[in-house]
């Protein structure tokens, strides 16, 4: 079974910039449609972003929507999360997802293969 991993995430004050990254680990196939979820402390886990395997439909959560671009590169086999003018709210774990059933791309349920998170902590 193909295991994600993600990279990227760190502390850094509102306003800033992270760039997240998401790869299978070792010799993997395609990891077709992806998406970026996140957990903040407290909260449910929350739809981000998705985009579609050939990277030309993309779809993102109202609260990410202008300052977020979700982006792939297949010769690399790797999904990117850049993440500008972050907020306080944006401080969450934040999850990539793989192996899309079709069945809602903001559903959670609709995944079936998840990397272990990273921390993105952004401070005042």
């Known amino acids: 079974q193909v295991q994600l991993v993600e990279s990227g995430g760190g502390l850094v004050q509102a306003g800033d910039s992270l760039r997240l990254s998401c790869a299978p680990s070792g010799r993997a196939t395609s990891t077709g449609t992806m998406a970026w979820f996140r957990q903040a402390p407290g909260k449910e886990r929350e739809f981000v972003a998705h985009?579609?395997?050939?990277?030309?439909?993309?779809y993102y959560a109202d609260s990410v929507k202008g300052r977020f671009t979700i982006s792939r590169n297949n010769a690399l086999n790797t999904v990117y999360l850049q993440m500008n003018s972050l907020k306080l709210d944006d401080t969450a774990v934040y999850y990539c997802?793989?192996?899309?059933?079709?069945?809602?791309?903001?559903?959670?349920?609709?995944?079936?293969?998840w990397g272990q998170g990273t921390q993105v902590t952004v401070s005042s």
């Open positions: 997802a793989a192996g899309y059933t079709g069945t809602g791309y903001s559903r959670q349920g609709s995944y079936n293969t």
């Open positions: 985009i579609s395997w050939t990277g030309t439909s993309t």
